[in-house]
């Protein structure tokens, strides 16, 4: 996660061309590229003389170890507007909790996230983005929303209906829908901003049931949140199965 040097934290909402790093990983190593800036390199385990930060996370506390000061150079170099660093989160550290994240949200599964928005699985189906993409002038790819599964296959939105999956040997449960935000609107080739687009037409046929509106305000709502309940591995191409009780 990008910080303050205050240990706050910093997206592509404040910081757009965030979206232009790149990160391949290889032999327990990161290389980090971004248009104009040399690739750095970075270990997964970090020294244990490393700082631990304090960081701040959508106002709620968890901490961070400090990736280094060639990485912070480097993302500070890049942003050229203040100095920032880098932190990893670490297995022994206390991740967030569905009680915290949703203290109004009762029914919930009990889960712990580090510093993804509010689960570690973000999916979206192919058909979705397709119906989506009949409604815009301008039309818009996947990597708008960022998901880190994407489904093809079924009809658009089905992935709403969805409450307890099973792909590869991972079993995963719905949390809720993604309620989307200005992110949305950040060219991911360009990292320019836009504001507008694809958020206004999704608010124009989108926006959530009244009866949870008390959940998603007036965020519209485009692809589903799960925890995962059993750990295991999946793969690209992997079936997805609904789980039935």
């Given at each position: 996660m990008v910080v303050k040097e205050d240990g706050h934290m910093v997206t592509a909402r404040q910081e757009p061309r965030l979206v232009l790093v790149s990160i391949t990983l290889e032999n327990n190593y990161l290389t980090l590229e971004a248009p104009e800036m040399d690739p750095v390199v970075l270990p997964i385990k970090l020294?244990?003389?490393?700082k631990i930060y304090d960081c701040r996370l959508f106002g709620l506390d968890i901490k961070g170890r400090d990736?280094?000061?060639?990485?912070?150079?480097?993302?500070?170099?890049y942003l050229k507007?203040?100095?920032?660093r880098l932190v990893q989160f670490e297995t022994s550290m206390k991740g967030r909790t569905t009680k915290k994240l949703y203290p109004s949200e009762s029914y919930l599964q009990n889960y712990e996230v580090a510093y993804p928005d509010c689960?570690?699985?973000?999916?979206?189906?192919e058909a979705s983005l397709?119906?989506?993409?009949?409604?815009?002038?301008?039309?818009v790819k996947m990597e708008y929303f960022r998901p880190n599964i994407m489904v093809s296959g079924c009809e658009a939105f089905e992935e709403d209906t969805w409450d307890e999956l099973l792909i590869g040997d991972v079993e995963m449960k719905k949390v809720l829908s993604c309620p989307r935000c200005v992110l949305t609107t950040v060219d991911p080739d360009t990292g320019i901003i836009d504001r507008k687009e694809p958020l206004e037409t999704l608010k124009s046929y989108r926006l959530c049931d009244p009866s949870v509106k008390n959940?998603?305000?007036?965020?519209?709502?485009?692809?589903?949140y799960f925890s995962v309940e059993k750990i295991g591995?999946?793969?690209?191409?992997?079936?997805?199965?609904?789980m039935l009780d």
């Open positions: 020294p244990s003389s490393n990736c280094g000061d060639e990485i912070a150079q480097w993302f500070t170099n507007t203040q100095p920032y689960s570690p699985i973000h999916m979206i189906s397709e119906d989506l993409n009949t409604r815009l002038k301008k039309k959940l998603y305000q007036s965020s519209p709502l485009f692809g589903m591995s999946l793969r690209v191409g992997d079936p997805v199965y609904r």
